[in-house]
């Protein structure tokens, strides 16, 4: 028998073509609802705002820009009508919003949240609408803090005092009493701005815009406790101004009254231009002669220098030890040569560190023109006395402190050297 071959039929190409036909087909119909479906979420969200876009906690998704605009105007609008509300010290104070001229970026912050899903080809923003993502935009505000420091100031200063040193009086008898400290109170006004300032930018989310500072307690440098050892007087001394005109002896009487009970306590400095002040016509001080530029003129405040050299000549007849001191570039016809302290306000000064473990008490008194100044403290300074010697040498003049203890020099100390003009 011979072999045969049996061969399989083809399959006809009409059928393959209708199958591949049918696919495209698909595919293309497919395109056209998937063209439809975008073209419809592009046209549906032409003119309005993205999903999922937030300012601060409003969704403004599916907003036009004037929906937007309009609503977070609204919300702000509300923030306009809140108050800020301190109370202290029995007293109540007010920070109306809106009189902060509050001004906001909201144009632009819905601008950039319009402009959300609209970067891009169609494919890309297409995408943007169909799996949004997360958009959360917040909104920056500012305002006028003229008013907010106007109350600042305004608080802090209905609710301060100063606390009142201890002091050092004289009685009818003569007698030095002590009066008894007073304590003070305050507010930080640095606490309390940063404490407004956080409620005003929080105005939109904030519930609770009471502020309630803590007054602080303001402690008095003196106590009473303090001045317990000032009980004598260790050192005095007295200059004449006898010959002075009626405005000289204005000012000198201006002068020392300002010094008059003042105390040094351990370890502070004293500085003469200080404590008096100023010497100008609105503190009450005359135009008398003065020393400027080495002649005698006219000069507001003049004789002062004669107050501030008899507290010096007090002060050298202790064991203080001056931190700043000036010459006259001439002489003073009410001390001896090398013994002036001169002083001009914001230029010389004259100054001293009470190097003590007591505290010094100053007293100034006049009597038929004559300038006397006391120094108080405490009695157990008295063990030492001493004495000052200008000793003139040709053009120079040299200032000793002599020390005694019991009847006997124990020290002689070279305290400076002056030229004599």
Known sequence: MGLQFVTEPEKPKKRKLKAVEIIVGVVGLLVVIQGILMYSSLSKYKEKIHLKVWVED????????????????????????????????????????????MKSNSSAIIDKAFAIGRQGNIFQKYFDIAFPSQNKFTISHSYNYAVVDSILKKVVKDNSKNATNASIIRSNSGKL????????????????????TKKVNNLDEEQNLLIEPQLIKVTPRIKKSDLAGIDTVISSYTTSFGSSTQN??????????????????????????????ARSTANGYKTAIGII???????????????????????????????????????????????????????????????????????SSIQNKQLTFSV?????????????????????????????????QISRVLLYTDRIV
């Open 58 to 101: 409003t969704n403004l998704s599916g907003k036009t820009k004037a929906e937007a605009t309009n609503i977070i105007m609204q919300k702000h609008a509300i923030i306009g009508k809140k108050n800020i509300t301190i109370k202290v010290n029995g007293k109540q104070y007010t920070i109306e919003a809106s009189k902060l001229d």
């Open 177 to 196: 009493l002590v009066t008894k400290e007073a304590y003070g109170h305050t507010i930080d006004p640095v606490l309390l701005k940063k404490d407004i």
């Open 248 to 277: 000289r002896s204005t000012n000198i009487r201006i002068a020392s009254s300002n010094l008059n009970g003042h105390i040094i306590m351990p370890g502070e400095i004293f500085s003469f231009n200080d404590v008096v002040g």
């Open 376 to 408: 108080y403290s405490n009695a157990a300074l008295n063990s030492k006395h001493y004495e000052i010697i200008n000793d003139i040498v040709g053009s120079h003049v040299h200032v000793y402190r002599i020390t005694t203890q019991n009847g006997k």
């Open 293 to 363: 530029n080495n002649k005698d003129v006219p000069d507001i405040g003049g004789g002062t220098c004669q107050v501030s050299t008899t507290l010096y000549n007090a002060m050298l007849r202790t064991n203080i030890v001056s931190r700043e001191r000036y010459a006259h570039t001439l002489r003073s016809a009410y001390i001896g040569r090398g013994l002036d302290a001169t002083v001009a306000y914001g230029l010389l000064d004259y100054r001293f560190k009470n190097t003590y473990s007591y505290p010094i008490y100053l007293e």
